[in-house]
């Protein structure tokens, strides 16, 4: 196998105006290979407009907007025709379609990265437009793909049972605890909007309904008022109305904020000054947020489910998934115990000494070198 690969990136994602979790993953990932492995090209295949961010602009990174009339712009037609046809024609080693699915007939070997299998498993989670295609091609994706990655092997673990794959396909890369949020991206120009004083707890993420944060607020009610709840990282603001109704109930709206999408260095602010991040998930496939936490040692509050012991460990304080009482109980230990804080802060910050992008980024180079070397036809798609 060459030493140098010519490597096809399906990068919609990084498009994004407001990433999420796998638009940081994918980053964190791309920034770290290409420093380990500056001899190969990365084609970063967009639909609309080229990228901005500066790592993106540059060598040995390469941007190909791929967009005709409006039946080539539509995702599906995008992806399953217009993508392969381009793969092939730049000659592409390897196809890495990191959302879930990808191309289902390649002249090329694709590795396809699955966070989790929520798409499946929590389909009312999504709307409609956006887990339909995840649904569908989920499966067959990781079925034809050379090799499929995941973040965890709590999530190795269900992709194999649930989708049949076989084991040695499946290769955990985990995300890396590299603390690159502060001076990253644009201000976002919210400042005023963030708390500025007193004693908060910090929920980040997209509002799911597995993701119970209304029994956070329910606990909230149990504890001192000094002490508020910060929501961010959700870009839909219909989706906080019905936890402000439940703040409401619960005579807590004044102390519930929820703020939604910010900048990169406000999210840095805000992990810094929170008194403990709280995930409150009954599911997930890793739990960036968690780590972002314990990266800067701010103490986490978790409910204690299989992928939050593999990540976290004993670094977290985990309560029994929907105990309330418990929770708010966890919740006044850490505001209220100076030295179970900072015990809990390093402990976060030696278990997020375990993850390494440069670690994950090794891997990932040896699974894309491993599916390249796969190839038997160079044939064009039909």
């Known amino acids: 196998m060459r030493m140098h690969l010519r490597i096809g990136i399906d990068a919609r994602v990084l498009a994004e ?4 979790g796998v638009a940081r993953y994918l980053t964190g990932l791309l920034r770290a290979a ?40 539509n995702p599906w ?56 295609k995840p649904k569908v091609l989920a499966r067959p994706s990781s079925r034809v793909a050379a090799r499929v990655v995941t973040v965890s092997e709590f999530s190795r673990q269900e992709i194999i049972r649930t989708y049949g794959v076989a084991p040695d396909k499946v290769v955990v890369v985990p995300p890396g605890s590299t603390d690159d949020l ?57 989706k906080y109305a019905p936890l402000k109704k439940i703040a409401q109930q619960c005579g807590v709206a004044d102390r519930v904020q929820c703020v939604g999408y910010v900048s990169e260095p406000e999210l840095d602010d805000l992990y810094r ?15 960036l947020p968690v780590l972002e936490a314990m990266t800067r040692g701010v103490p986490v509050v978790a409910w204690d489910i299989p992928v939050m012991r593999e990540v976290a460990g004993e670094a977290a304080m985990l309560v029994r998934s929907g105990d309330v009482a418990g929770l708010a109980q966890a919740l006044f230990r850490i505001g209220t115990n100076r030295a179970e804080r900072e015990a809990l802060s390093e402990a ?28 038997t036809t160079d044939n064009p798609p039909s």
Not at 17 to 20: E, K, Q, R, S
């Open 34 to 73: 290409a420093q380990r492995a500056p001899q190969h090209e990365y084609l970063l295949y967009l639909r609309r407009a080229l990228l901005s961010q500066g790592i993106f602009t540059a060598e040995p990174f390469r941007q190909r907007i791929l967009s005709g009339n409006a039946l080539l712009n």
């Open 182 to 238: 502060q001076g990253c991206g644009a201000a976002g120009g919210r400042m005023a909007l963030l708390p500025q004083d007193g004693p908060f707890f910090l929920f980040v993420g997209s509002l799911l309904p597995r993701r119970r944060v209304d029994l956070v607020i329910r606990a909230l009610a149990l504890l001192p008022p000094e002490y508020r709840f910060v929501l961010v990282g959700e870009p839909d603001a219909a």
């Open 348 to 375: 976060g910050k030696q278990r997020a000494g375990q993850f390494s992008w440069h670690r994950s980024a090794a891997s990932f180079l040896a699974v894309l070198q491993e599916a390249a070397a796969t190839r």
């Open 273 to 287: 000054r929170a008194v403990a991040v709280v995930s409150p998930s009954t599911y997930e496939g890793f739990g």
């Open 17 to 20: 105006t407001a990433p999420l």
């Open 77 to 132: 037609i995008w992806q399953q025709c217009c993508l392969p046809w381009s793969v092939w024609r730049d000659g592409v080693d390897v196809l890495f379609s990191p959302y879930y699915c990808g191309p289902l007939f390649l002249p090329v070997p694709q590795v396809v990265c699955l966070h989790d299998i929520s798409f499946t498993l929590f389909p009312r989670d999504f709307p409609s437009w956006l887990r339909f």
